[in-house]
């Protein structure tokens, strides 16, 4: 087969596109969510600690008391909208407003001097990109065949 396609090729033939939709890559998406998820839902108890707000004052976070638990009710919600996959648009914008300022306060590498501590926080900026750009796919997707939106029809059609 290999070496048909290589051929093929070569012929200036179009290549044939692989499928995957077997039965069971439907199930592949909900897996990805519940993946996606898992560090905001496992996450969610530490913003409730006086630790979390205060370790939130002294990364510059304004109104620390109110704003960290209020950061972690945005991500508890949105986590569960995605993993469920009703109304998972709306969750994963949840997400994606929670992430923006978490990542610009919380993980500001570029102000820190101690090498271990600029290569930790680099890496958790990095990460919380590679998770916005899951939500941003997640808006503009949605929650995919296995979910309530699906079962509902409750999605909302991205603009045109």
């Not at 930790?120 to 750009?133: P, R, T, V, Y």
Request: hydrophobic share 50%; proline share 8%; glycine share 10%.
């Amino acid at each position: 087969m290999k070496a048909q396609a290589i051929g093929s090729f070569a012929r200036g033939e179009p290549a044939k596109p692989i499928r995957l939709h077997k039965p069971w890559t439907r199930y592949l998406v909900p897996a990805g969510r519940a993946l996606f998820v898992a560090v905001f839902l496992l996450g969610t108890p530490g913003h409730f600690g006086r630790s979390a707000a205060s370790y939130g004052a002294d990364n510059g976070v304004p109104f620390a008391d109110l704003v960290v638990p209020l950061s972690g009710l945005l991500a508890l919600l949105g986590g569960l909208s995605v993993l469920l996959g009703y109304r998972t648009r709306l969750g994963a914008a949840m997400i994606a407003v929670y992430l923006v300022p978490v990542t610009l306060m919380m993980h500001r590498f570029w102000v820190l001097h101690d090498p271990s501590m600029v290569h930790l926080q680099e890496a958790m900026f990095l990460k919380n990109l590679a998770l916005f750009g899951t939500a941003l796919m997640l808006i503009g997707r949605g929650a995919g065949p296995v979910s309530f939106d699906a079962m509902s029809d409750v999605r909302i059609p991205p603009e045109t």
